[in-house]
């Protein structure tokens, strides 16, 4: 592995380094959490949209070994945020990262799968820093335009993963199955035992399943980090 990055705002995982440079998007446990509990088998193309410092790409990259990944972003300082941390991984071979609009882009085949940890803010103060603004709120891109054009970046029996609040996973969902979408996997994310789920994670496909594996997972309890969270992140985080 290459030497760890020296950069400001490195967050070090066990195998690789993500720098969060000028990027709107520093590594968050939202990323994290989809990257970990993302599933598949036998996948040899994801299609990471909005990658950002290139988190989930990277996560990929290290759970998949036989799948090459292509990262896209709008965003010119997300795409070199996230090239500096391709190269400073070891699986800089098997990342493509792109400068591309997902409403523009054309791959030359469908994907396995298809990751995102898209934009959750609908209403409200848009950030003052354009570039976290650009990352987080939506604005003249929906969700639904979202899954409209990942039906047809899609391999047949591929799926896509995101994580969204609740409300706006559960709407999503709900809009999604108009569109012909089949949800494969639910898992609502609870910051505490104490608290209501914050966050949804969820899997769609446009083939039909049998069954939905639906979870809960709560990330702490009586200040640590549950058996359940430690088990899906332990392969990245150093301290677990």
């Known amino acids: 592995?290459?030497?760890?990055?020296?950069?400001?705002?490195?967050?070090?995982?066990?195998?690789?380094?993500?720098?969060?440079?000028?990027?709107?998007?520093?590594?968050?446990?939202?990323?994290?959490?989809?990257?970990?509990?993302?599933?598949?088998?036998?996948?040899?193309?994801?299609?990471?949209?909005?990658?950002?410092?290139?988190?989930?790409?990277?996560?990929?990259?290290?759970?998949?070994?036989?799948?090459?990944?292509?990262?896209?972003?709008?965003?010119?300082?997300?795409?070199?945020?996230?090239?500096?941390?391709?190269?400073?991984?070891?699986?800089?071979?098997?990342?493509?990262?792109?400068?591309?609009?997902?409403?523009?882009?054309?791959?030359?085949?469908?994907?396995?799968?298809?990751?995102?940890?898209?934009?959750?803010?609908?209403?409200?103060?848009?950030?003052?820093t354009p570039a976290r603004a650009l990352a987080r709120h939506v604005a003249g891109f929906s969700h639904q335009q979202l899954l409209h054009h990942c039906q047809h970046l899609l391999s047949p029996s591929g799926q896509i993963s995101l994580i969204l609040p609740c409300q706006e996973g559960n709407t999503l969902i709900e809009q999604a199955k108009q569109q012909g979408w089949f949800l494969t996997r639910y898992c609502l994310v609870s910051p505490t035992t104490t608290k209501p789920p914050t966050r949804l994670l969820f899997s769609l496909s446009r083939s039909a399943h049998d069954t939905c594996t639906v979870t809960n997972l709560t990330i702490r309890a009586q200040n640590r980090y549950t058996a359940a969270f430690t088990e899906l992140t332990q392969a990245f985080y150093l301290k677990m």
């Open 1 to 128: 592995m290459k030497k760890k990055s020296q950069h400001p705002k490195t967050f070090h995982f066990k195998q690789f380094s993500v720098s969060g440079g000028e990027c709107g998007m520093p590594v968050s446990t939202d990323g994290v959490l989809l990257g970990a509990w993302m599933n598949g088998e036998n996948l040899r193309s994801i299609l990471d949209i909005g990658t950002g410092t290139g988190l989930l790409a990277l996560f990929c990259a290290q759970r998949f070994p036989e799948a090459h990944i292509t990262a896209l972003d709008i965003d010119e300082q997300a795409i070199q945020t996230a090239i500096h941390n391709r190269d400073n991984s070891p699986w800089a071979s098997r990342i493509e990262v792109e400068h591309q609009d997902i409403l523009t882009f054309t791959p030359h085949s469908n994907y396995d799968a298809i990751i995102c940890n898209p934009p959750y803010f609908t209403t409200g103060q848009v950030s003052m």
